[in-house]
């Protein structure tokens, strides 16, 4: 991700296959992934790791192609064919491919003819110069230039070197070029959550907008990237340089850190710094440092705009500050720092959802972090593992619905019913789910922006990107149910005495079935846990209650269903 021109999913398959170890292999590759010489990919690759022979044409000819293994890869390389063996001139050939593109037949038949003549010169039987001009005539119409593609290459080493080896510094400057485009920046910071520093450490953390550290631009701090100002959907290029030069140093004065949103909007200019403007920064948490209950935040903030407005215009006027004066007018309007509403944080589901609204993402938190430890045991696939999974490879898909685009079938026997494609993201990335019209009839009711659900389907690689055909959808309660393999009950040796055991029991025998318990015993003296199974009555029953008795005895959560994946964070028992 972020290497130019090899970024797509296709590109790295390729780059995989082809393991290029010198600049002429990269410009290949450029030249190679497009429709047509695409078909010459597998034996540019078998030839270059001796897995298939170089196929030899004339020595004239061999000479040309030995770059690129034989193959025919680059405009270049057709013209030379042509001046080398039919004694055509390079200003002509280039003319013949521009034909062969445009399929002028009348011009290619006659200069045919004078490279069958040529070649026949040159030593080649007429049979041979033909197929010669056979696959001339297959490859010109979709040739590369080779002078375009070095470039190309040249760039994309650059890129990769940058962000092999200083890779803060670069993810940084491609966040900030990317800023405008919201789902380029969700996926490069999904790309830095994967990277591995100099110093050994893998993963950068973004970190939050924050008004008295974020600059216009994404910035490196320390091992981090701290968020730009000027990437929050609502914050407009004017606004930021006007908070940026409020806090910064001058000739004038000295650097001030905001010391509340009353501060902040005396000093910034509100005629470009709107209400808009500061519920967008209240909304990402850029305020969380001065004032962490972000609805109060809200709250406020009308009452700390126009307290600013009124000490902005006493300034015009000759005033003093509203919060610096004394005296008398509007400079005594506040002597002592006002203080917002004292009213309830919004719930986490919706400071959540509006922190996306303007990021595009979640930073501070994500709905599936609640969840994580049961959601992880249900799936066998996620947004990254299924990219290298097989096509038509069966899996357990799941994630938090970020976008729903409906469809309608226009032909065949489904023509007018509606299906769709969704946008799931997990806590390591994003891919699309496809559901068709029989599937999203059947699932519809639970289908819907910021649900997490589990898909059971295949994967599919028809495209350039993967993606996920869902056959059945559940939420993650329903997937407990029908999926659950077996309960873990997290506990220790302590916890586990007669009594305990005597409730265990009983709760086994009351909601009997068919899913197996096992206890898992977490002691701290002991390094590694011991698992074991009860077998008291066979298992429990997921449909009646019987996770709930379990949590009854051993707490909520120390109870923990596992899905077809059967993964579950150790922790010490609560």
Same mark, same amino acid.
């Given at each position: 991700?972020?290497?130019?021109?090899?970024?797509?999913?296709?590109?790295?398959?390729?780059?995989?296959? #082809?393991?290029?170890?010198?600049?002429?292999?990269?410009?290949?590759?450029?030249?190679?992934? =497009?429709?047509?010489? #695409?078909?010459?990919?597998?034996?540019?690759?078998? =030839?270059? !790791?001796?897995?298939?022979?170089?196929?030899?044409? !004339?020595?004239?000819?061999?000479?040309?192609?030995?770059?690129?293994?034989?193959?025919?890869?680059?405009?270049?390389?057709?013209?030379?064919?042509?001046?080398?063996?039919?004694?055509?001139?390079?200003?002509?050939?280039?003319?013949?491919?521009?034909?062969?593109?445009?399929?002028?037949?009348?011009?290619?038949?006659?200069?045919?003819?004078?490279? &069958?003549?040529?070649?026949?010169?040159?030593?080649?039987?007429?049979?041979?110069?033909?197929?010669?001009?056979?696959? &001339?005539?297959?490859?010109?119409?979709?040739?590369?230039?080779?002078? !375009?593609?070095?470039?190309?290459?040249?760039?994309?080493?650059?890129?990769?070197?940058?962000?092999?080896?200083?890779?803060?510094?670069?993810?940084?400057?491609?966040?900030?070029?990317?800023?405008?485009?919201?789902?380029?920046?969700?996926?490069?910071?999904?790309?830095? =959550? !994967?990277?591995?520093?100099?110093? $050994?450490?893998?993963?950068?953390?973004?970190?939050?907008?924050?008004?008295?550290?974020?600059?216009?631009?994404?910035?490196?701090? $320390?091992?981090?990237?701290?968020?730009?100002?000027?990437?929050?959907?609502?914050?407009?290029?004017?606004?930021?340089?006007? &908070?940026?030069?409020?806090?910064?140093?001058?000739?004038?004065?000295?650097a001030a850190p905001f010391k509340s949103i009353f501060d902040f909007c005396e000093r910034v200019d509100l005629r470009v710094v709107n209400k808009g403007v500061v519920e967008a920064l209240i909304k990402c948490g850029a305020f969380d440092e001065m004032h962490p209950v972000r609805a109060a935040s809200m709250a406020g903030a009308e009452n700390a705009i126009r307290m600013g407005q009124v000490s902005q215009e006493a300034k015009r006027s000759g005033q003093d500050n509203l919060f610096g004066g004394g005296g008398s007018g509007t400079a005594a309007v506040a002597a002592i720092e006002p203080r917002l509403p004292a009213v309830p944080e919004w719930p986490k589901s919706e400071r959540m959802a509006l922190e996306k609204s303007v990021l595009g993402f979640y930073v501070t938190n994500h709905p599936l972090r609640d969840v994580e430890n049961v959601f992880t045991s249900y799936i066998t696939l996620d947004t990254q593992t299924i990219r290298g999974a097989a096509d038509r490879s069966n899996g357990m898909l799941g994630g938090l619905v970020s976008k729903v685009r409906m469809m309608m079938t226009k032909t065949g026997p489904n023509a007018g019913k509606k299906w769709c494609i969704l946008a799931i993201e997990d806590l390591v990335g994003t891919i699309e789910v496809v559901l068709y019209s029989a599937q999203y009839e059947k699932f519809a009711p639970i289908i819907k922006a910021d649900a997490v659900l589990i898909f059971e389907g295949a994967v599919d690689r028809s495209r350039e990107e993967p993606s996920f055909k869902a056959t059945e959808v559940m939420t993650l309660e329903q997937a407990q149910k029908r999926k659950t393999r077996e309960i873990l009950v997290q506990t220790s040796s302590v916890q586990l005495d007669e009594g305990t055991l005597e409730k265990l029991k009983a709760a086994l025998v009351q909601h009997k079935g068919a899913t197996p318990v096992k206890l898992e015993l977490l002691d701290l003296a002991v390094g590694q846990p011991v698992r074991v199974e009860v077998k008291i009555g066979g298992g429990i029953n997921m449909q009646n209650g019987g996770v709930a008795a379990l949590q009854g005895i051993f707490g909520e959560n120390n109870v923990m269903p596992l899905g077809p994946n059967r993964r579950s964070a150790r922790r010490a028992p609560v």
């Open positions: 991700k972020g290497v130019f021109q090899f970024e797509s999913g296709g590109m790295k398959d390729l780059l995989i296959k #082809m393991k290029p170890d010198r600049l002429e292999d990269l410009i290949a590759a450029n030249a190679l992934y =497009r429709p047509g010489p #695409m078909d010459l990919i597998p034996d540019y690759c078998a =030839r270059k !790791h001796g897995r298939q022979q170089v196929p030899s044409l !004339h020595p004239q000819a061999d000479d040309v192609l030995k770059e690129t293994y034989g193959v025919m890869v680059y405009q270049e390389q057709v013209m030379r064919i042509f001046n080398r063996l039919g004694n055509i001139p390079l200003r002509r050939a280039y003319d013949i491919i521009k034909a062969i593109s445009k399929k002028k037949a009348e011009v290619i038949n006659k200069e045919k003819v004078s490279f &069958i003549e040529g070649c026949v010169a040159n030593g080649l039987s007429k049979e041979q110069a033909n197929e010669i001009f056979v696959d &001339i005539e297959k490859f010109a119409g979709y040739g590369f230039n080779k002078s !375009h593609s070095t470039r190309y290459a040249f760039v994309a080493y650059q890129t990769a070197w940058l962000k092999t080896y200083y890779p803060l510094q670069y993810m940084a400057a491609l966040l900030t070029f990317e800023m405008v485009d919201q789902a380029k920046v969700v996926e490069y910071i999904d790309e830095c =959550r !994967h990277l591995t520093l100099p110093s $050994g450490k893998v993963g950068i953390e973004i970190l939050p907008p924050e008004i008295n550290q974020s600059d216009a631009d994404f910035t490196v701090v $320390g091992e981090t990237i701290r968020f730009g100002l000027a990437a929050v959907k609502g914050v407009g290029e004017k606004a930021v340089e006007s &908070i940026v030069a409020a806090r910064k140093a001058t000739e004038e004065k000295p």
